[in-house]
């Protein structure tokens, strides 16, 4: 069978020690309580999306997920250094994308992840300095999400990690997209998509701040 119809199971030695690393994190000097961890249950493929606030998000948007290894998406700028192109590319599953650009590469390896029956993470802010939460989205989550027709689960964190301070990370219900994918793919689409993850991490930061 080729590779192209056996998907990837392999678990990383980098990944797996991520996530030793962010247990023991999370339970002691940056301590993180997940709430509605259920709801990342489902079988992929999916997409994780969530808001942008450090460079250890992508492991705090991992962590509750143990049934799989996520691919991440990361701008290229990361992967400069050989060692961290290995370390990221190889060991944490990063597809690296050209945020300048219309980056087809990317978006075909992102569809083959989820093709693969994998999870596939993305922050739609795209940056970690934006003034408000998903104050814009990236229109490139939203091409993908209606390319793919696939469940998003979107995962609010509410604060940056702080030393010896709670953080929460809200793990939302999968959106689902299918009324706008049947309308097909144009940017008007597009739009509404970005719009309604807007407003979905806007209700979850609302109710968070009613608790």
Request: proline share 5%; with cysteine; hydrophobic share 40%.
């Amino acid at each position: 069978m080729s590779t192209q119809e056996t998907p990837k199971k392999e678990r990383t030695f980098v990944y797996s020690l991520a996530r030793v690393l962010v247990a023991i994190g999370s339970h002691t000097i940056f301590p993180i309580r997940y709430h509605n961890r259920e709801n990342m249950g489902l079988d992929a493929p999916y997409i994780a999306i969530s808001n942008h606030q450090s460079a250890l998000d992508p492991l705090i948007l991992a962590y509750p997920c143990k049934k799989y290894e996520y691919r991440f998406v990361g701008k290229k700028e990361l992967v400069k250094n050989k060692f961290i192109d290995k370390l990221l590319t190889n060991g944490l599953h990063m597809i690296s994308v050209d945020r300048h650009n219309s980056d087809l590469a990317a978006l075909r390896q992102c569809l083959k992840t989820l093709r693969d029956k994998q999870v596939l993470a993305i922050f739609p802010e795209g940056t970690r300095h934006q003034t408000d939460l998903m104050a814009q989205v990236e229109t490139g989550t939203a091409v993908l999400a209606l390319r793919a027709n696939v469940p998003v689960i979107p995962v609010y964190i509410r604060y940056k990690p702080r030393f010896l301070r709670l953080n929460h990370v809200y793990i939302g219900k999968p959106m689902d997209i299918s009324d706008l994918s049947a309308q097909g793919l144009d940017s008007a689409i597009v739009d509404q998509l970005c719009e309604r993850i807007q407003k979905t991490f806007w209700q979850m930061r609302e109710d968070v701040q009613r608790k």
